[in-house]
């Protein structure tokens, strides 16, 4: 398979113990802590280079959540797609389509889309993991915050061999910067 040349990127927080949120999807763990948006492993810096998003229902039913609390208009100018089996309503001046089935299948479109620039793969954990068993993640960017919360929605689903690529610290996060290793590097190492 040629790989395309726009880099897939899996770019979340979790908890030092692998969960991206809790059980009941609350992400109470992080929201209130510690981090300079203009410092190392900037999210904004990370957006500018984004052309496509995909994401889970789950996730995308809590941006909605958060929108409904704090009134917030959508987040995203890049079209978004939401992985889902269920109709949802569009926010008001979003561009999000829905999909289902094999996310690997989708990937082509979600490339073309982005262009050019990085496909942002938000979550949950079993998108991100099926990308990269398909050798179709390039990368996983996580900031770790400093607390284990025993169970939740996992970080990845499954087995996933990554390499360090770089780490920093800002706030009270830990950074890493992975490489996928993709399935057909394994198995020639
Ligand atoms: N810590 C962070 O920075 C961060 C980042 C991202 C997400 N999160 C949170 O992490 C949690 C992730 O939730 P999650 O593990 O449940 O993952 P998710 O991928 O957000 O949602 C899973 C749901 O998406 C739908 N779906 C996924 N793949 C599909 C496919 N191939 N075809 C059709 N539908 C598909 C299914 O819902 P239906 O069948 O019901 O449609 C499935 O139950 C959320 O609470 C989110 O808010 C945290």
Redesign the pocket.
């Given at each position: 398979m040629t790989r395309p040349t726009t880099r897939t990127a899996y770019v979340?927080?979790?908890t030092l113990d692998g969960f991206?949120?809790t059980d009941d999807?609350s992400?109470d763990w992080?929201l209130s802590r510690d981090i300079d948006p203009a410092g190392p492993f900037s999210h904004d810096a990370f957006m500018a280079g984004v052309g496509a998003i995909v994401?889970?229902?789950?996730?995308f039913d809590?941006v909605e959540r958060h929108r409904a609390e704090t009134g917030d208009a959508w987040f995203y100018e890049q079209p978004t797609w939401v992985?889902?089996?269920?109709p949802l309503e569009v926010p008001d001046g979003a561009d999000v389509r829905t999909a289902?089935?094999?996310?690997t299948a989708l990937h082509p479109e979600l490339v073309a889309a982005a262009a050019g620039r990085a496909v942002w793969v938000?979550?949950?954990?079993?998108?991100a993991a099926d990308l990269a068993r398909a050798g179709l993640l390039d990368e996983v960017i996580v900031s770790i915050a400093p607390v284990t919360i025993g169970s939740g929605?996992?970080l990845l689903d499954g087995h996933v061999e990554l390499e360090l690529v770089d780490s920093g610290v800002n706030g009270e996060f830990l950074c890493a910067h992975y490489r996928v290793v993709s399935p057909a590097a394994r198995e020639g190492s």
């Open positions: 979340t927080a979790t991206i949120a999807h992400l992080l994401m889970g229902r789950s996730t809590w992985m889902t089996h269920r289902s089935g094999d996310v938000v979550g949950g954990g079993g998108l929605a996992p």
